[in-house]
């Protein structure tokens, strides 16, 4: 057996007691003795006067400033704590000073002075002289002090002052009568902000000072400021300010005096009380082991961490190292063997999974070594974490997004190589650089300064921006900065990921070509147009001016259509574009506004004659048969309605309108003719009228009801849902369709009413589908973009899902595109509060307003419904196939479902399954049904009769 070397009780050490054992815990008992001496100077201010009280406040002072340069110059062979004796030697000083204010102080027999100057002078060139040594002190955490030499210059100082305070005589820094002098007052100011600058100071000293003598000499320099102010306040020396700030000063010394007592004399006897318990309290398993293996002694830690140390001198190897790693290939065993120091080293525990960090160091006792101390320590988090960063250097460095790090000065201080492959830029071409290398120069300053006000708020930004790449290219970005903060609240660094969007924004642009312009004739469509014209409205109200809204329709178009066939009609409508665009000016603009129907827009024109002049232009045009390959030519006419703004309307609604109502006047009177619009036109306006007043009665008399058109999948041809259309039948006026009413509905103010309508009835029908279908039956309700307006509608469609018992899937909100125009912050917040009850949110139309790529991606949309105006000649027209491609694939990329309204033959259908869409509504599989021939169907459907052999 190994011999054991007990040296048990060469190690043995006190126990700290209790009170030294918390030396860093702030004793308030400290307060009892100044607030003691405070109690006595008070009763003796009360009842022998100021100049008692302030002899003895000051000779406390004083006795305080001897003690300290006493007791540091004694210990300081033992501490050699410069910054002490600095301190120590300097309130020696500053204590004689102290002594001359007192001694020179008006109403003490020692000196023949009339008035206080002389005792202030003393006191501000100390004060000064003790702020300066306060801020002056830390330069001796690391630097020697010539303490005899530092003697004598504080000799000098003081004999310099003393000079200066008894035969300077200016400035006063006191008037009888009148108080304290400015000077006297911007001085103590002085020496508050010293004093403040070095609180600061050493409230960053970090853990050079400990914390309780930090906590004194902090606490000591927040009296002393304290003091510093009520010496601005007095107007009479005797004053109670004055008072308050003797008080002051003596709380200041008092911590002072603390502070070195702690460090001198109470800490190194708390250091070696402490000391004792410091093996015992290492919170890591440490041993002492023998050159031959065997565990002598062990601390708690190692006792609780393996239990198995109660045996006899068990083996180190055996119970504390790594059992795949024999004892003779142990690195830790070879050095116990040697007994020779190991740097830290990380062993790994595979059984465990655990990794431990060992370190040896060798135990002398005299001059021999009585074995070797073991410390071991789990690091498995920090391994961990290291594995952790190590797969966040991967990532940054595989992303596919480009990455920049910036520090708080926005240097680039990393890139990852996706922002090289994405800019061209090498690492070391923009490290230490500003982003702003990058610039395209296509923004202006204001975007710029928009974009760091935003992250300035709210510590983020996300647009998109252009940038110029090395070679001189610029490309679009999707970019997103986030500023990073420390613990403390500052700004560290800045990140920011972005993505090159250049293809995301190609397919935007022919995306937006293919909403705002006509396949057909590549004019700009209804809905670019109605924009054009808008924007000319506002143009001729700023200006005072007037613009002229042309409606034109082909004579009899309709039966060149029927009778000589679609591609015939193609081919006249792309003939008339050319030749009506050819008429017009460069400044002219001309819109399909659909089938047949052109529109025209006129601005900067001197009168009607010029208006007139364009119009028998256009008509002239298509004078000239259109000729074909194949067939006779045709003679086409024309009839032009002619609306101007402001006269006959000062909206785009309200000019469409007058402009039609005149070109069924031209038509009335005969082809080829146009005509200006009259009041006499507005018949429609009567019917709007009875309308908006049966409207508001229709809900009370239960005039409307629901339809459900049924919703089917494409691959399993199973009803899904349905989409719920709200009608409306009315006495006088029979049936009215839903585009000619909900228009008037929002604009009257009852459309929330009719939509909860609506809602509730849609909402109990579910509940019986559910039971009659095997599917997740879901119902589809339209909400205008007016009910959006209404705050508590997230809140009425939870209360009417909770009242039919139905989850947030079981309903699915459409909108259309315009809505999302709108970024008001009600509208979001209000999509984003239904998305996140998980009820689905469908675009509805789409294709036809304004489509967009970036709404998609900000809005919580699920679903797009492809209108049933593209799906109608998508077998036929080629445009309207690629549009529908185009916005399936756009769809699943973005992860949304796909609706297709409209389907009414096989071929539709089969041409929308190969495009691989999701889900279709038309009647090729119902027309919309009433509640009970709804539920008839369900549960009478059979896939399979729909399904291709």
């Not at 300081?76 to 004796?85: A, C, E, I, P, V």
């Amino acid at each position: 057996m190994a011999k054991k070397t007990d040296i048990s009780g060469r190690l043995s050490l006190t126990p700290a007691s209790p009170t030294q054992a918390s030396v860093a815990t702030f004793d308030f008992r400290l307060f009892y003795m100044p607030m003691f001496l405070t109690g006595i100077l008070v009763l003796i201010n009360i009842n022998y006067g100021f100049l008692l009280f302030h002899t003895f406040a000051e000779l406390f002072s004083i006795i305080v400033g001897v003690l300290m340069f006493v007791v540091v110059w004694s210990t300081h062979h033992y501490t050699r704590n410069d910054f002490l004796l600095y301190l120590g030697i300097g309130y020696f000083w500053i204590a004689v000073l102290d002594t001359l204010h007192t001694l020179t102080y008006k109403g003490l027999p020692f000196f023949d002075i009339s008035g206080p100057n002389i005792a202030l002078q003393f006191w501000i060139y100390t004060r000064f002289l003790e702020a300066v040594l306060l801020i002056t002190a830390p330069l001796f955490f690391r630097h020697r002090l010539k303490s005899h030499l530092f003697i004598w210059v504080g000799g000098i100082i003081t004999t310099v002052v003393f000079l200066a305070s008894i035969y300077i005589e200016e400035p006063a820094l006191f008037i009888e009568g009148k108080g304290l002098t400015q000077t006297k007052i911007v001085s103590e100011y002085i020496i508050i902000g010293i004093v403040t600058i070095a609180m600061l100071i050493y409230w960053r000293t970090g853990k050079i000072l400990s914390s309780r003598v930090k906590s004194f000499m902090l606490i000591s320099m927040a009296f002393t400021i304290g003091a510093e102010l009520s010496f601005t306040q007095y107007i009479d020396v005797y004053g109670l300010s004055n008072q308050v700030g003797h008080i002051f000063k003596l709380f200041s010394f008092w911590m002072i005096y603390q502070a070195i007592i702690q460090t001198t004399l109470k800490h190194p006897f708390s250091v070696m009380s402490l000391a004792a318990d410091s093996y015992e309290a290492v919170p890591y398993p440490v041993v002492l082991v023998n050159q031959d293996g065997f565990i002598q002694q062990a601390n708690k830690q190692a006792k609780k961490d393996y239990p198995n140390l109660v045996s006899d001198t068990p083996s180190v190897h055996n119970l504390m190292h790594p059992k795949e790693i024999s004892e003779n290939e142990c690195i830790i065993c070879q050095h116990i063997q040697s007994l020779k120091t190991l740097v830290p080293t990380v062993l790994e525990f595979p059984d465990s999974k655990t990794w431990r960090l060992f370190s040896l160091s060798p135990l002398q006792i005299g001059d021999e070594t009585e074995g070797i101390i073991q410390v071991s320590t789990d690091i498995t988090r920090q391994i961990q974490a290291q594995h952790e960063l190590q797969l966040a250097g991967n990532v940054f460095d595989n992303l596919a997004e480009g990455i920049m790090v910036t520090d708080d000065q926005l240097r680039l201080i990393s890139v990852n190589p996706a922002f090289t492959s994405i800019t061209g830029y090498e690492a070391d071409d923009v490290l230490g650089k500003s982003p702003g290398i990058l610039k395209s120069g296509r923004h202006k300053p204001e975007f710029y300064q928009s974009m760091w006000n935003e992250i300035k708020k709210t510590d983020s930004w996300q647009g998109e921006i252009w940038n110029r790449r090395k070679d001189g290219s610029i490309y679009p970005e999707l970019l997103s900065i986030s500023a990073i903060r420390s613990d403390e609240g500052p700004i560290t660094n800045y990140v920011a990921a972005f993505t090159d969007i250049t293809l995301m924004k190609n397919i935007e642009d022919k995306l937006s070509h293919l909403t705002h312009h006509d396949p057909l004739t590549e004019l700009p469509n209804r809905l670019l147009f109605i924009n054009l014209l808008e924007s000319a409205i506002k143009r001729a109200k700023r200006s005072g001016k007037k613009a002229a809204l042309l409606f034109l329709d082909l004579d009899d178009f309709k039966n060149i259509n029927d009778s000589l066939g679609h591609t015939v009609g193609d081919t006249v409508l792309i003939n008339v574009a050319e030749r009506l665009r050819e008429s017009l000016r460069s400044e002219d603009m001309i819109g399909r506004h659909g089938g047949d129907e052109f529109m025209v827009l006129l601005e900067d024109f001197k009168s009607n004659e010029e208006i007139i002049s364009t119009s028998e232009k256009l008509i002239a045009a298509l004078e000239d048969p259109i000729h074909f390959h194949d067939r006779k030519p045709l003679y086409v006419g024309m009839s032009i309605g002619i609306a101007i703004c402001p006269d006959n309307g000062d909206n785009s609604e309200q000019l469409i309108k007058n402009a039609d109502s005149a070109m069924y006047q031209a038509k009335a009177t005969g082809r080829n003719q146009f005509h200006f619009h009259t009041e006499e036109l507005n018949a429609q306006a009567s019917r709007r009228l009875v309308i908006e007043t049966q409207l508001r009665q229709a809900l009370s008399n239960h005039e409307f009801s629901v339809v459900y058109q049924p919703k089917v999948n494409v691959k399993t041809y199973e009803i899904e849902g349905a989409e719920a259309l709200v009608r409306w039948h009315n006495q006088e006026l029979g049936k009215v369709p839903p585009e000619e009413f909900i228009p008037i509905a929002e604009s009257v103010g009852i459309i929330d009413e009719l939509g909860e309508f609506v809602l509730e009835e849609a909402l109990s029908q579910v509940n019986k589908w559910q039971k009659l279908s095997s599917q997740n039956m879901s119902v589809a309700v339209n909400f205008s973009p007016r009910q959006f307006m209404n705050p508590e509608l997230s809140d009425t469609i939870m209360t009417h899902l909770d009242r039919a018992n139905l989850p947030g899937e079981a309903l699915e909100i459409e909108i259309t595109e315009s809505l999302l125009l709108n970024q008001n912050e009600l509208i979001i917040d209000t999509l984003n509060q239904i998305a996140a009850q998980n009820i689905q949110i469908a675009i509805d139309d789409f294709g036809t307003g304004y489509s967009a790529l970036r709404y998609l991606k900000n809005f919580p949309i699920s679903v797009v419904k492809i209108d049933k105006s593209f799906i109608q000649d998508v077998t036929i027209k080629t445009e309207d196939a690629i549009l529908v491609k185009t916005i399936i694939l756009m769809a699943h990329g973005l992860g949304m479902g796909v609706v297709a309204e409209g389907i009414e033959t096989r071929q539709q259908l089969t041409f929308y399954q190969v495009e691989d869409g999701d889900t279709a509504q038309g009647y090729f599989f119902s027309r919309p049904l009433n509640q009970d021939e709804f539920i008839k169907t369900l549960t009478s459907w059979d896939p399979k009769k729909y399904k291709t052999v």
